[in-house]
């Protein structure tokens, strides 16, 4: 049984668990950098509500 998992498959195996390792941190990376990208945008947006709500004051008890 053991001799079936020889030295010729174990760097394959080792290989492809790295680039799935790999795979699943740029997954991760870029699930992260998407949540950044929405809360700029939602930001942009609070501060484009603040300006446009009346120039120079805003109603705080609106």
Known sequence: ???SVGS???PGLATALM???TAE???A???VKKAQDV???Q???AVKLIQDA???KVDVYA
């Open 1 to 3: 049984m053991v001799g």
């Open 8 to 10: 010729v498959e174990g």
């Open 19 to 21: 680039k799935q390792k």
């Open 25 to 27: 941190e740029n997954l």
């Open 29 to 31: 990376v870029t699930m």
């Open 39 to 41: 809360e700029a945008a």
């Open 43 to 45: 930001g942009e947006a």
């Open 54 to 56: 009346a120039p120079g």
